[in-house]
C-alpha cells in the first residue's frame, strides 16, 4: 500500500509561481512511475505530467508544456511540480498519483494509487 499526501497549494495570481509536494510513504518509491492530473469543477479529470521511475524521463501536457517541472527526490520519497508562469485555466484541484505497471503514463487508469488532492487557485 502506498499512501500519497499532497502540499503546496494556494492562491497566487497570474504570472506567479507554486511548487506543489506529493510525499509517499514506504519503502518503494522508486518502484512507481509518478504523475500529477487535475480537476476544474465540472471539468474531467486531465494529465499534467509524469516522471519515470528512475526520474530521467518526464512527459507533459501541451497546455503546461515549458510553464511545469516535474521532479522526484527519492531519498526523501517526495515528487514534485514546479508551476510558474500559472494562469487562471491551471485552476484546479491537483493531485499525484504512483503508478506500478509502467515506467510513464499519461492515462489515469494506470495509476494505482491517488492523494487526496491539493487546491490551487490563480486568479486574473
Known amino acids: 500500500q502506498v499512501q500519497l499526501v499532497e502540499s503546496g497549494g494556494g492562491l497566487v495570481q497570474a504570472g506567479g509561481s507554486l511548487r506543489l509536494s506529493c510525499a509517499s510513504s514506504g519503502r518503494t518509491f522508486s518502484s512507481y512511475a509518478m504523475g500529477w492530473f487535475r480537476q476544474a469543477p465540472g471539468k474531467e479529470r486531465e494529465f499534467v505530467a509524469t516522471?519515470?521511475?528512475?526520474?530521467?524521463?518526464?512527459n507533459y501536457a501541451v497546455s503546461v508544456k515549458g510553464r511545469f517541472t516535474i521532479s522526484r527526490d527519492s531519498a526523501k520519497n517526495t515528487v514534485y511540480l514546479q508551476m510558474n508562469s500559472l494562469k487562471p485555466e491551471d485552476t484546479a484541484t491537483y493531485y499525484c498519483a504512483a503508478c506500478w505497471k509502467y515506467d510513464m503514463a499519461i492515462t489515469a487508469t494506470h495509476y494505482d494509487y491517488w492523494g487526496q488532492g491539493t487546491q490551487v487557485t490563480v486568479s486574473s
Open positions: 516522471i519515470s521511475r528512475s526520474g530521467g524521463s518526464t
